[in-house]
């Protein structure tokens, strides 16, 4: 029996839940596993130390892909290499990272990765399961999960089940799955794989009748719109990046006469300060001068007064503009 395309955009989209937290994958996705795999990137996770990572970036090369391609080619022979120092190396790589991330807006970028998860994963899942005679989708996601997350056959050749009992198998093999991951401290982590396809099998949902749950994501159905036929968009052109460089320019002229704006502002109310700090000095004075003489204090009195009224306001004074410099430097200083 050949399973239909249904039962394979189930199976992909709970993987892809699965590795993105996305049921079609994202391809842009980039993370360092803390599984010692190193980079993993793509739509499926490809990773530096399975080779997968590899492929990808060879077959996206070999495509014409230009966006970080040379980047990219400089770091094969660290992606040959999956000795731990090599996968520690690329994975503080930020150039090769951020070239990962920016060749995955491409068409060859996103052809590469559909074209290496069909070979290094799909295919290998479905033809696990021919060979074996199953049929139901539930078992598909199964096994092209592990396929995935890898091992398989390390843990298959564990299960003492029946394979021509179907069900009994795949209950068997989750089982053992389950607990094969939780016996290594960096795969315990992962068990929501297995936890998801026990519940499954608990509820006998071997059809994978949606809607399901799926690592916190509510997976309610699948159809033709998958990334496989979603259109790559464009390679990015020279007008494009004029068009994006002309609304950057707009918005960073207007973000200029917003902050002229508010440092106007800030000057502004410093000036406003000092001057009304003037003023108020002034009449201070003056009145002060008046209430002297009406009330017929001595002269050195009244005016011993209005001197040191004047250096308060002249200190006033010196600290607003001294604030006012400290404020432009600080700006400039953000700015520059």
């Known amino acids: 029996m050949t399973f239909s395309k249904t039962d394979k955009l189930k199976a992909l989209a709970i993987v892809h839940l699965f590795e993105t937290s996305r049921p079609f994958g994202n391809y842009a996705a980039c993370v360092v596993l803390n599984d010692g795999a190193g980079i993993s990137y793509g739509i499926n996770q490809f990773t530096h130390r399975s080779g997968s990572l590899l492929n990808v970036v060879e077959r996206y090369l070999k495509n014409g892909g230009r966006v970080g391609a040379a980047v990219l080619n400089s770091r094969i022979a660290d992606l040959r290499d999956n000795s731990r120092a090599s996968i520690l190396r690329l994975s503080d790589d930020a ?3 951020n070239a990962l991330k920016a060749a995955a807006v491409t068409r060859e970028m996103r052809s590469a990765q559909i074209a290496a998860a069909d070979q290094l994963y799909l295919r290998p899942a479905i033809e696990i399961c021919e060979r074996f005679g199953f049929t139901l989708p539930l078992s598909l996601a199964v096994v092209y999960d592990s396929i995935v997350h890898g091992s398989f056959h390390r843990v298959a050749r564990t299960v003492t089940a029946d394979e021509a009992d179907e069900k009994a198998w795949i209950t068997a093999y989750v089982r053992r799955r389950d607990q094969w991951l939780l016996s290594y ?12 396809f026990l ?7 071997w059809e994978l009748t949606l809607p399901v749950s799926v690592h916190g994501v509510r997976l309610t159905a699948v159809d033709d719109d998958v990334r496989e036929s ?19 320019r707009r918005a960073e002229a207007g973000f200029d006469r917003v902050e ?6 800030a000057t502004r109310a410093d000036a406003a300060k000092s001057l009304w700090t003037t003023v108020g000095g002034t009449l201070w004075q003056a009145v002060w001068a008046v209430f002297g003489v009406v009330a017929g204090l001595p002269r050195e009195v009244w005016i011993t007064v209005a001197v040191i009224a ?17 404020r432009e430097a600080k700006t400039q200083e953000k700015y520059t």
């Open 230 to 248: 979603e259109p790559a968009p464009a390679e990015p052109d020279p007008t494009a990046a004029s068009t994006a460089g002309d609304v950057l």
């Open 185 to 196: 401290t960096r795969l315990a982590p992962t068990r929501y794989r297995t936890r998801f």
């Open 310 to 326: 004047a250096l308060l306001m002249l200190i006033y004074l010196y600290r607003q503009i001294a604030l006012g410099k400290l």
């Open 95 to 97: 150039g090769f990272k």
């Open 260 to 265: 002229s704006t508010v440092n106007g502002i």
């Open 199 to 205: 519940s499954q099998i608990g509820i006998s949902n």
